[in-house]
């Protein structure tokens, strides 16, 4: 998917994600992105609208898992992004993924950019646009 494409598509389902009803497949889709959509997703990170459904879902790949799923209660759009982060990357920096204060929020996307801008440097742009 060209990249201005994939930059719509992410925004499409961040909007889909403040709704009740679209909210777990827009997720889904989020994490199935990948890596290529690790920098669309940062860009969004400043997004701290609050979420319908305060509840998010991934399959546990850790080797100690002793669950199948890890389940997390995002309380904003910033928090379940995090997750997905953190899922498609191995990366994590303020945990966030249960809600936060606003405060924690600022430097886990500020921690996310500069993580962003290092590991994709020919997108740069994108992984500090924010909404």
Known sequence: ???????????????????????????IA??????????????????????????ISLENHSPQ??????????ATVHDALSAILNQVTGQTFVFVYDGATNADRERNAAAWTTWCKAKYPAKTNVCSDGI
Request: aromatic share 8%; no cysteine.
């Open 1 to 27: 998917m060209p990249a201005d494409q994939l930059a719509a598509h992410v925004s499409s389902l961040v909007a889909a994600a403040l709704d009740a009803h679209t909210e777990s497949a827009a997720f």
């Open 30 to 55: 989020l994490e199935k992105l990948g890596e290529p959509g690790v920098p669309y997703i940062v860009s969004h990170l400043r997004d701290f609208r609050v979420l319908p459904v305060k509840a």
């Open 65 to 74: 898992a002793f669950e199948g799923l890890r389940h997390y209660g995002p």
